[in-house]
């Protein structure tokens, strides 16, 4: 079964807020073996996205807390936190458009997140549009 990318970005929102409990309630984990049980597939986009975030994690933190007005990336839900992080990975890191980018983290936003959230989600990603790309 072929997923599409906005299917696979739910998968990859679930698995970054599986590591990030794991992280937060200081447990192992193995992050093949979280891929693994939220999809039944190998799928490389997922491997690429939730390892990218994983190796640039405080980078990724770093930026998100520049562009959120006098907010931290902590601060935010784990969902939302998770979507910001990933969309902020696809918009340096690969060659996905950033309109699609952008349109998708707002959509997981609206889905799983709150209003403010999404609207904090949108400003971060657009204002960093900007500002370096």
Do not use: C, H
């Amino acid at each position: 079964m072929q997923l599409k990318r906005s299917e696979l970005r739910i998968k990859i929102m679930t698995i970054l807020y599986q590591i990030d409990m794991y992280k937060q309630n200081k447990m192992e984990y193995n992050v093949d073996d979280v891929i693994k049980e939220n999809l039944e597939i190998d799928n490389e986009f997922v491997k690429e996205i939730v390892y990218g975030v994983n190796t640039y994690y405080n980078e990724l933190n770093e930026i998100a807390d520049k562009y959120l007005s006098s907010w931290k990336i902590d601060r935010l839900d784990k969902t939302g936190a998770a979507i910001l992080r990933m969309s902020l990975y696809e918009l340096i890191y690969t060659d996905t458009p950033n309109v699609v980018v952008i349109n998708e983290a707002v959509e997981l936003a609206k889905k799983y997140s709150d209003d403010s959230v999404r609207k904090m989600i949108n400003a971060v990603l657009d204002k960093y549009m900007k500002d370096n790309l």
